[in-house]
């Protein structure tokens, strides 16, 4: 994989963890969506997102690791 498709996944990779960690606390902390989605839907919803953007930080994180050893510059 060449530098310029690493570097536009990488900051994919960080932008999907802000969108789903913005989206699950708009929906903690303010009434979106509430006509819809209430009770245990909402809360699975909720750690759905949360648990989504933990997984690809994690994710991002082992990519850094695993370049850092490597020696590569992303």
């Known amino acids: 994989m ?3 498709s690493k570097t ?3 900051w994919f990779a960080i932008l999907m963890v802000l969108l789903t960690l913005g989206l699950g606390i708009a929906f903690v902390f303010t009434d979106l969506m509430k006509e819809t989605m209430y009770g245990n839907k909402r809360l699975i ?8 953007a933990i997984y ?3 994710r991002i994180y082992l990519t850094f690791q695993q370049n850092k050893i490597n020696g590569e510059n992303n």
Not at 45 to 52: P, T
């Open 2 to 4: 060449n530098s310029i």
């Open 56 to 58: 690809r930080g994690y």
């Open 8 to 10: 536009i996944s990488f």
């Open 45 to 52: 919803f909720i750690a759905l997102m949360f648990g989504y």
